[in-house]
């Protein structure tokens, strides 16, 4: 009786599922298989010091060539992938793959690659990292990962430990979208970061809008103050970047600065022209 009343409770949850429910269980499946399938690329976006427009690096930014759907943002996959679990194959792979291309650039440039928060609580996390580093031959110091305040709260003293781990071998760590979390001053200090990057929503018509000038000049500030280097996501116009620069924040990326496009596009700081992904990487399936 009960089992029959439950499978009624399931059938009547399947018929009222929403579409909304049914996309996403038949996106979970469809990335399942994307890696095997080599359907993500990496697209790289410039980092660049404000005060000279010097390079710095880029980061790297997952794509998804769904053969059905077309391209599907990483904005809509990658939480997707997350509960699923298929966020630790994929995020190997992002890995691997930013890390083997930068080590083919002419010039020792960054790579920031963006890490989840189930990655960073998976124990073998820093020792993935490790591998990925003697593997590709890239020097500790270019890679650096960005992590969300998000990503450290669920168990803090695992992801300060993983932090620490990864720190000692050579990486740096950014946070990642400064101002969206809800702790981010005690954050700050109790974790390692050698960087703050601010949110994009802060920079938008930040030469324009008083208050969140304001926020921003608080948190150049703060980085001061750390001796935290800052850098502002979203740059998107000559005005904000002149505020920027007056206010003497370090590092700036945004589509002013450059769009995300393929490695090929940067080939003159690069040295790269050829297809941007290495097929040893992508037959390997990300597996490490
Ligand atoms: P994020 O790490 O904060 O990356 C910055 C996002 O802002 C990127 O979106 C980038 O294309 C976009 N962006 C850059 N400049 C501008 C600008 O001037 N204006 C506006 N409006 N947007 C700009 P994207 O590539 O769609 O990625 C969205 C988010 O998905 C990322 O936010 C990150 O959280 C996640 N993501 C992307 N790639 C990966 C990955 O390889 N692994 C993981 N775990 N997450 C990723
Ligand atoms: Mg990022
Ligand atoms: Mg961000
Ligand atoms: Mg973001």
């Known amino acids: 009786r009960a089992?029959?009343?439950?499978?009624d409770t399931y059938r009547y949850f399947e018929a009222s599922m929403g579409a909304e429910a049914r996309d996403r269980r038949v996106l979970e499946h469809d990335l399942r298989q994307a890696v095997a399938r080599n359907e993500f690329r990496l697209v790289y976006q410039p980092q660049k010091e404000i005060?000279?427009?010097?390079?710095?690096?880029?980061?790297?930014?997952?794509?998804?060539?769904?053969?059905?759907?077309?391209e599907v943002s990483?904005?809509?996959?990658?939480?997707?992938?997350?509960?699923?679990?298929a966020i630790l194959q994929i995020g190997e792979w992002v890995l691997a793959t930013a890390c083997e291309e930068a080590a083919r650039w002419k010039?020792?440039?960054?790579?920031?690659?963006?890490?989840?928060?189930?990655?960073?609580?998976?124990?073998?996390f820093s020792r993935k990292v490790h591998e990925?580093?003697?593997?590709?031959?890239?020097?500790?110091?270019?890679?650096?990962?960005?992590?969300?305040?998000?990503?450290?709260?669920?168990?803090m003293p695992r992801a300060l430990a993983t932090l620490r781990q990864v720190k000692a071998l050579g990486v740096r760590v950014a946070m990642d979208d400064f101002g969206t979390g809800y702790s981010s001053l005690s954050n700050l200090r109790a974790f390692p970061f050698d960087k703050i990057k601010i949110d994009g929503s802060f920079i938008k018509s930040v030469d324009r809008n008083g208050q969140v000038a304001a926020i921003v000049r608080a948190v150049l500030g703060l980085g001061r103050g750390l001796g935290l280097p800052v850098l502002a996501e979203g740059v998107e116009t000559l005005g904000e970047l002149r505020f920027l620069d007056a206010e003497a924040c370090e590092i700036g990326q945004g589509f002013y600065l450059g769009r995300p496009s393929p490695i090929e596009t940067f080939g003159e700081l690069t040295g790269v022209t050829g297809p941007a992904v290495n097929?040893?990487?992508r037959q390997r399936g990300g597996s490490i």
């Open 3 to 7: 089992k029959a009343e439950g499978k």
């Open 51 to 70: 005060s000279s427009g010097r390079m710095i690096g880029f980061e790297a930014l997952i794509r998804w060539q769904h053969p059905q759907r077309g």
């Open 74 to 85: 990483p904005a809509v996959f990658i939480p997707v992938a997350e509960d699923s679990g």
């Open 107 to 124: 010039n020792p440039l960054t790579v920031a690659v963006n890490v989840s928060a189930v990655q960073l609580h998976n124990p073998n």
């Open 132 to 155: 990925v580093l003697l593997r590709s031959g890239l020097a500790p110091g270019r890679l650096e990962l960005e992590i969300t305040e998000t990503a450290l709260v669920k168990d």
């Open 279 to 281: 097929d040893d990487a």
